[in-house]
């Protein structure tokens, strides 16, 4: 075993990078949505039918304007999922989110696209990619208008 002839390098760095960013229109009307109404908002687009959630101002298939925004969901399809049994701290909450818990993609009913989201698992061996799932919301006063606003992907059995 050989020692470093020089000490390595360090860099030392002290950030703070506070930000904010516009939604901007599809999706500032998606979050609202989905804090006043708890509706799940998409954008169809004319051209090539492609309906894709959150709402986007162009379609990412033909690249047409979408100014239609339709209502999705709250059904749709489990396409795949994870069941997580490591505990770490929640970047939405700054809190160690409990395990285990499911992380599934979604396809809403009438979506092209999919919607990747938390699931709520009582019992996490029930999970079957193509099983129904549907959005459940946190209670209105609860609700700020971010994705969270969708508490869990709960599961029809
Ligand atoms: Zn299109």
Redesign the pocket.
């Known amino acids: 075993m050989s020692t470093p002839k020089e000490k390595p390098l360090y860099i030392s760095i002290k950030t703070d990078l506070p930000y904010a960013y516009s939604a901007g229109r599809p999706l500032s009307k998606f979050l609202v949505a989905l804090r006043d109404e708890a509706k799940i908002l998409a954008s169809r ?1 004319n ?4 309906v894709l959630v959150p709402p986007r101002t162009f ?1 990412n ?2 690249h ?1 304007p ?1 100014p239609d925004v339709i209502e999705v969901g709250p059904g749709g399809t489990l396409e795949t999922f994870s069941v997580i049994n490591f505990p770490f701290i929640d970047p939405f909450t700054g809190l160690e989110r409990p395990v285990p818990y499911g992380y599934g993609i979604v396809k809403l009913d009438g979506c092209s696209n999919f919607l990747p989201h938390f699931l709520d698992i009582n019992d996490h061996r029930k999970l079957e990619i193509g099983q129904r799932v549907e959005a459940t919301f946190e209670p209105t006063e609860k609700r700020t208008a971010a994705m969270t606003d969708i508490k869990y992907f709960r599961v029809l059995i």
């Open positions: 687009c051209n090539c039918s492609y379609c298939q033909c047409k979408t």
